[in-house]
Each structure stands twice: as C-alpha cells, then as structure tokens.
C-alpha cells in the first residue's frame, strides 16, 4: 500500500515563496522517483520537478532558477518555489514511482493535490 500527504499550498502574492511537502508510505515498495506535477484550471496536468532516487532531477523549463525540488531520508519530497507568478497557479500534485518488492512491477502513485493561488 502507498499513500502520498501532500500539503504547502496557499495564496501568496506575485515575488513570493512557498514550500510543498508530501511524505510518502510505502509499504513494500521501494521508491524510484518522487516529485510534483500541477494543473491549471483548463490545461492538462504537467510536470513541475522530479527527482530519482539515485539524484537526478528533472525540472520544467518554466521553474528553472525559481523552484527547488528536494528529498530527505524519510520519504518525503519537498518543493521550494520562490519568485511565485501568477502563471504558477494550480493544483500540486505530488507523484511517486515505485517498484512492488515481491513482484517487481512498478506503480504511480498521486497525493490529493494542494491549491496554488498567486495573486498579481
């Protein structure tokens, strides 16, 4: 069983910061890669940032050099996002690839989602 919490959103205004946190529960599962996606009202979701578990990151051209994506020792996978436009407003989701133990088959998994909101 896999369950995802994420949580950080909220409303800031343009040239602000926000941090996303989401702590993953992976019984049986080991993790591949966790990261975050989001979608806006109308557009289909995409990728913000995700990072492997062996350290390699991949980041939307539209966050480099503003968003940080990061992970500690307990499964949980953080975003920093700083220079927040309103472009940036959406639904997170936090994303997880994991691998069954026994089966080796590998999954996807999806937080709840957290609301972005950047005023202008």
């Known amino acids: 069983q896999v369950q995802l919490a994420d949580s950080g959103g909220g409303l800031v205004q343009a040239g602000g910061s926000l941090r996303l946190s989401c702590a993953a529960s992976?019984?049986?599962?080991?993790?591949?890669?966790m990261g975050w996606y989001r979608q806006a009202p109308g557009k289909q979701r995409e990728l913000v940032a995700v990072?492997?578990?062996?350290?390699?990151t991949n980041y939307a051209d539209s966050v480099k050099g503003r968003f940080t994506i990061s992970r500690d020792n307990s499964n949980t996978v953080y975003l920093q996002m700083n220079s927040l436009r309103p472009e940036d407003t959406g639904v997170y989701y936090c994303?997880?690839?994991?691998?069954?133990?026994?089966?080796?088959?590998?999954?996807?998994?999806w937080g709840q989602g957290t609301q972005v909101t950047v005023s202008s």
């Open positions: 994303y997880a690839l994991v691998r069954n133990e026994r089966s080796g088959h590998t999954y996807q998994y």
């Open positions: 992976a019984r049986d599962f080991s993790i591949n890669a």
């Open positions: 990072k492997a578990s062996g350290g390699g």
